[in-house]
C-alpha cells in the first residue's frame, strides 16, 4: 500500500442514512470509505479490499456485529474494528471489545470522538505492525545462518550455541570486549521456545552499585530517595522470556549475594515490598573477566560461579579467527554504505592486507569502527589502504622470507631455553628432546654462547635477535 494514499475504511450499518452521514464525514476528514447494509455485503468486500479499519454497528438484520467482526477478523486479522452501539448495551460492547474489538462508541456518537477514536486506532495498528516487522528482523538477523562465521572456531561455537538454544540452562560467555558476546546471546534467545518474549539485556558495569539492585529487581514507590514512583525491575520486565547480564564480573558483592538466591529460588522482594515476585526467565550472563580468578582473589563469589558457570561458551578474539576478517569487512562495508547513502562496492587488495594484518585488540567493534570511519572519508567506490588504519601502519619490519624468520625463532628459543637452565646445556638439551651433541651443533650454527648464560645475576644477559 502507497504511504501516501488515504486510509481505507468500511463502514457496516443497516441505516441508510447513518452510512451516508458517517461517509460524508470520514471522506471529509480525508479517508477514504466504503459502505456496507448487511453481513453479505461486508463480508464480500473484505474479501476485495484491505481496509485499514473497520466500523460495525452491534445490532444488524441477520447477526450480531460481534460475529461479523469475527469474520472478517478471519480475512485480515490485523484490521482494527470499531463496534457502535446503542445506549444499554454496554455489556455486549465490553464482550466485543474482549472478542477483539479496538474500541465501541454509543449512538448518537459525537463526530469528533469518531475520528478521534478512528485515528487512534489506525496509530496504534501502524505501531503494532512496525513492532512486528522489527521483531521479525531481529530474529532473522540474530539467526545462526546470518553469523557471519568462516573460521572452524567460531562454527563449533555455533554449533555449540544452537544444542543449547533450546533447552533451560544458564549461558555463561567469555570473551574479550568487542567478540560479540550480546549477539551470541541473543542468538541463543531467538533460538528458543522464549523467542516471542522478552530479551532484556543489562551491562552490570555501566551501572552503580546504589542503583543497580534497584535496576534489577525494582522498587515501590518511596522505597528510596527519588523512587518517585514504582518500577519493575529488569528480571519482572524478562518474565517468560531472557534477561543478558552483561559484565557480570563487575556485580558487587552485595549484588551477588541476591543475584544468587534470585537464581536458586526464581523469586525477588523488590526494594521497599515485603511481597515477593516469582519469575521464570531464562538466565545468560557474559563477561571479559577470568572468573576464576577473581573468585580466587575474593571479588567473585564461589557459590554464584558455580550457580552460573553451566553451559561455558567461550569466544575467540578476531586475532585468533582471521578467516573471519574479509567476510565481516564486506558485511559491515554493505551495511555502513547503505546507512550513509554511499555506493562503496567493496575493499582493495592493500587495504584487506593492513586489516588482516593488524591485531584488533577491540576485536569485532573495533573492524565495524575501522570500517565505518573508512567508509565516512572515503571518496571513491572502493576503499584504498591509505583510510583503513591511518595511524596503524603495517608492522615496522617489513615481512621476511620465511626461512630467516624461522632462524630468528630458532635463535630465541635456544637463547629461552639456556636463560631458562642458566647455562646448562645437558638440562637444556633435554627440554628440546635433542641430543647433547646435536644440541650443540646448534648452539654454533646460531652463535649462542652457552657460558653467557652461567651467573645471570652477575652479568647482563643476552638478547635474541
Excluded at 148 to 176: H, N, P, Q
Excluded at 439 to 447: P, R, T
Aim: hydrophobic share 40%; glycine share 6%.
Amino acid at each position: 500500500m502507497n504511504p501516501l494514499s488515504p486510509e481505507k475504511i468500511l463502514v457496516v450499518d443497516d441505516d441508510s442514512n447513518l452510512l451516508k452521514l458517517i461517509r460524508l464525514r470520514l471522506e471529509l476528514a480525508g479517508y477514504e470509505v466504503a459502505t456496507a447494509l448487511d453481513e453479505g455485503e461486508a463480508i464480500a468486500q473484505a474479501r476485495k479490499e484491505v481496509f485499514d479499519l473497520s466500523i460495525v454497528d452491534l445490532k444488524l438484520v441477520q447477526s450480531d456485529g460481534i460475529s461479523l467482526m469475527e469474520e472478517m477478523h478471519s480475512i485480515n486479522p490485523a484490521m482494527p474494528v470499531i463496534i457502535l452501539t446503542a445506549h444499554g448495551s454496554i455489556e455486549s460492547a465490553v464482550e466485543a471489545m474482549r472478542r477483539g474489538a479496538f474500541n465501541y462508541l454509543n449512538k448518537p456518537f459525537d463526530p469528533q470522538e469518531l475520528l478521534f477514536q478512528i485515528k487512534r486506532a489506525i496509530e496504534n495498528q501502524k505501531l503494532v505492525s512496525e513492532v512486528s516487522r522489527l521483531e521479525g528482523a531481529l530474529k532473522e538477523r540474530y539467526d545462526f545462518k546470518n553469523i557471519i562465521a568462516r573460521s572452524e572456531k567460531m562454527r563449533r561455537v555455533l554449533e555449540r550455541v544452537s544444542r543449547v538454544a533450546g533447552t533451560y540452562s544458564t549461558v555463561y560467555i567469555s570473551g574479550e570486549s568487542g567478540t560479540g558476546k550480546e549477539i551470541i546471546a541473543k542468538a541463543i534467545h531467538y533460538a528458543s521456545e522464549r523467542r516471542n518474549k522478552a530479551f532484556v539485556a543489562i551491562n552490570c558495569a555501566a551501572i552503580p552499585e546504589t542503583l543497580l539492585e534497584s535496576e534489577l529487581f525494582g522498587h515501590e514507590k518511596g522505597a528510596f530517595t527519588n523512587a518517585i514512583r514504582t518500577y519493575r525491575g529488569l528480571f519482572a520486565q524478562a518474565h517468560e522470556g531472557t534477561i543478558f547480564l552483561d559484565e557480570i564480573g563487575d556485580m558487587p558483592l552485595s549484588i551477588q549475594a541476591k543475584l544468587l538466591r534470585v537464581l536458586q529460588e526464581r523469586k525477588f522482594y523488590p526494594l521497599g515490598s515485603g511481597r515477593a515476585v516469582e519469575v521464570d526467565v531464562r538466565v545468560i550472563v557474559a563477561t571479559n573477566k577470568d572468573l576464576e580468578a577473581e573468585v580466587r582473589r575474593g571479588l567473585f563469589r564461589e557459590d554464584l560461579f558455580y550457580r552460573i558457570h553451566v553451559v561455558p561458551i567461550d569466544l575467540p578474539p578476531l586475532r585468533k579467527r582471521k578467516e573471519d576478517i574479509p567476510p565481516l569487512a564486506e558485511h559491515f562495508i554493505g551495511e555502513i554504505s547503505k546507512r550513509m547513502k554511499k555506493n562503496i562496492r567493496g575493499i582493495s587488495a592493500m587495504a584487506m592486507q593492513k586489516l588482516m594484518l593488524h591485531d584488533w585488540p577491540g576485536n569485532v567493534r573495533e573492524l565495524e569502527n575501522t570500517i565505518e570511519h573508512a567508509a565516512a572519508i572515503t571518496r571513491h567506490d572502493i576503499i584504498n589502504e591509505d583510510i583503513i588504519l591511518p595511524r596503524k601502519d603495517l608492522p615496522a619490519e617489513p615481512l621476511r622470507p620465511l626461512k630467516e624468520a624461522v632462524e630468528d625463532f630458532k635463535r630465541g628459543y635456544l637463547v629461552r631455553l639456556l636463560e631458562f637452565t642458566k647455562g646448562n646445556v645437558s638440562k637444556a638439551a633435554d627440554l628440546a628432546g635433542r641430543y647433547r651433541a646435536d644440541f650443540y651443533n646448534l648452539l654454533k650454527k646460531h652463535d649462542v654462547k652457552p657460558e653467557d648464560f652461567k651467573n645471570l645475576g652477575k652479568k647482563e644477559k643476552p638478547q635474541p635477535t
